[in-house]
């Protein structure tokens, strides 16, 4: 809940003329507001509690000053909290002003494929058909899958096993129970899958310098199905089996 409220204030204050280094600030004086402790903030070494990712930066983006919103640009927004020990993690692509119907078409379409990945959260189900769900969502749109970043098990850990790749065919991989806790993030590419690493060593941008977008949420998998734990309404999710 803590970070879903955080992440939604962002969204408010996402404007032309804001930098990422605003909504940086704005993220952790939120966190520490809610007596939370933000969880990338010196996570092997990155210095900020907000990863803010323009455009054709997929993820991992550093905020800046010198990085101003402007209109129609879209933002990625990831950041996640630890409190009492444990850890919360969650994105959104957010429109800056107007944008074109081709940037909204991406975004809509990654997020759907959120949904789809958290529909197969379910017990008993295996974890690539998560990854499949995703892949075969936003590949019938035209659109590509990041294969080097992958969603997570998350807990008192940040990044914690198993790995979810947004991608690869169905029934494999470990099988799916009750009390595990996934992050499950699609980042999905206008173009080419094919990424580069900017001289920052953490910023990771599309090759061919097409948009990108990235969703997330934290998933517990209970008996009776998924539950996403970084939603403002914090209720299970009733979905099609």
């Known amino acids: 809940m803590i970070v879903a409220e955080i992440l939604e204030q962002l969204r408010e204050a996402v404007q032309p003329g804001i930098s990422t280094w605003d909504l940086d600030r704005l993220s952790e004086e939120l966190a520490y507001k809610k007596r939370a402790k933000p969880a990338f903030k010196g996570y092997r070494g990155y210095p900020y509690a907000l990863c803010a990712s323009v455009n054709e930066e997929i993820v991992h983006g550093i905020p800046s000053k010198k990085k101003v919103l402007k209109e129609g640009d879209i933002i990625s927004l990831d950041f996640g909290v630890v409190v009492d020990g444990f850890y919360g993690d969650a994105a959104i692509t957010v429109p800056v002003g107007n944008i074109s119907e081709q940037a909204r078409r991406l975004c809509k379409v990654t997020e759907e494929s959120l949904y789809k990945g958290i529909e197969q959260a379910r017990v008993g189900r295996r974890l690539s058909d998560i990854s499949h769900a995703i892949q075969k969502h936003v590949e019938r749109f035209g659109y590509s899958v990041v294969r080097e970043f992958v969603g997570h098990g998350i807990g008192r850990k940040l990044h914690e096993d198993p790995q979810i790749p947004n991608y690869g065919p169905p029934g494999r991989g470990v099988a799916l129970k009750a009390g595990m806790v996934l992050a499950i993030e699609p980042m999905i590419n206008e173009g080419s899958p094919e990424i580069e690493i900017l001289p920052d060593r953490w910023t990771a941008v599309t ?21 996403i734990l970084t939603s403002l309404d914090g209720l299970k999710v009733e979905m099609a089996r």
């Open 207 to 227: 090759r061919d310098r097409k948009l990108s977008a990235h969703y997330e949420h934290t998933v517990a998998i209970l008996p009776e199905g998924p539950e």
